[in-house]
């Protein structure tokens, strides 16, 4: 027996917490998985903040606003402390039960389509019922194994555009937010529908908030700081307090009334407290069906578009995650894969249940494991801490929604960046794949510009003679959204 196989068999087997999450096996320590989650929680904790700004201040079709308020932002807190609970307990299962450092939590581009395009057209718990349906949905197809089937019948190059125009949308909506971007009033009849900031230019505290924190993101994000953006949001408010304590220039003038007033929320109770969840079970499972606004092919459609747009991130990211780990095998498939795409479905599903829509996993999960985090442990880490911060978030209400939405911007730039990856020279992809980049901003749809480049893409395939390409299911997929596109007229042509 060789020295090697002798200190083989006599090196002890891990047991407890090592064994478990199998950390040496995997060479890394518990040092290393707790300052991993720790840094990923750092790094992804925004989203207790955004998420809240994203759902809160948007009313549905009768008006009503996410968490029972009357007003616009009064229901941030029980958003925030179901989006911290809720992403929480779902990394908490990835780490225990896939054993993957990977966190997940409310996704950014799934939340902006629930506000702006759902929500709009139903009630609240009309839409968080479509985004039960989807997770159930996924669920499904993962316990089936359909879903490899389902991302083959979509072109890499589509997939890759549907994440850089939500990104571009995302990024819209930071700059909408902020007043940066501004709606041209109708009475100077222009057809130009949006200019920047007031009459064209840069002004007011807010905007001037917001550049400060766009500016300070950026500068932390490109010195790799870690944390940068919840740095730059906890900054920016101060500075946001700052201008409203020495007096809000202009706030109330008559003579300029253009936008240059800032108000900082007031904190209302205690700092730490009980969390409130009241968006937990706002759920109505089938209620945009028979909604006016909708309808049952809507209805369908907008369960497909959350779907669609659910669906390739998951597989990308642990994919991602697992390659900067170094945990993939010869395949490029991450240990427990199944496991994996079972906890991100639950995460849909628990997402939507709880109010605060889907949750799905995070790749910024990358900066835990850029500090050495190899196993579950570090989900799990992150997952107490986000268990933690529901305590805390009567803050959120005192966070300007001008702080917070540079991180939008960013994050829009992150998505941005895969555009690189479409082949611009193939114009039977590029043209689909530019469709459906630019009309989600244009259209402030992301549904919109999911169609435009499945339809287009069918019928390039058509008039070039390549129906062979053309998958089955995006045939089915492209019809449905021809419909969806008709609905109005095909409805009175019927009526």
Known sequence: MSDQTQTTAQRPRATGIDGYFGISERGSTIGREVRGGVVTFLTMAYIIVLNPLILGFVPDSTGAFLGGGAEPGSGIP???????????????????????????????????????????????????????????????????????????????????????????????????????????????QTTVPVQLGIDGHLGGWPVLVFCLGLLLVIALWVRRVRGAILISIVVTTVAAVVVEAVGNIGASSAENPKGWSLTVPALDGDVVGLPSFDT??????????????????????????????????????????????????????????????????????????????????????????????????????????????TFFTPLVAAIPSEAAVPALVLVGFLMMQQVSDIDWRDLELAIPAFLTIVLMPFTYSISVGIGAGFVAYVLIKVVVGKLRDVHPLMWIVAALFVVYFAYTPISGWLA
């Open 78 to 188: 029980a958003i925030a402390a179901g989006t911290a609970l809720v992403a929480g307990v779902l990394t908490i299962a990835m780490g225990g039960f896939a054993n993957f450092p990977l966190a997940l939590a409310t996704g950014l581009g799934l939340n902006a389509f629930v506000a702006n395009t759902i929500a709009r057209q139903s009630t609240w718990e009309a839409a968080m019922g479509l985004v039960v349906l989807e997770g159930i949905i996924i669920l499904l197809l993962v316990l089936t194994g359909f879903r490899k089937a389902v991302f083959h019948a979509v072109p890499q190059q589509l997939k890759v555009a549907i994440s850089v125009g939500i990104g571009l949308f995302i990024a819209l909506i930071g700059f909408v937010d902020a007043r940066a971007v501004t709606r041209i009033p109708d009475a100077f």
């Open 280 to 389: 937990l079970g706002s759920v109505d499972l089938f209620g945009a069906f028979g909604s006016a606004g909708t309808g049952v092919l809507a209805a369908l459609l907008l369960v497909f578009s959350l779907l669609l747009a659910d669906f390739f991130d998951t597989m990308g990211t642990m994919t991602a995650i697992g390659a900067e780990a170094g945990l993939n095998d010869e395949e490029g498939t991450p240990p427990h894969a199944q496991r994996i795409l079972v906890v991100d479905s639950v995460a849909a599903i628990a997402g939507g249940a709880a109010g605060v829509s889907s949750n799905t996993s995070y790749i910024e999960s990358a900066s835990g494991v850029g500090e050495g985090a190899r196993t579950g442990l570090a989900s799990v880490v992150t997952g107490v801490l986000f268990l933690l911060a």
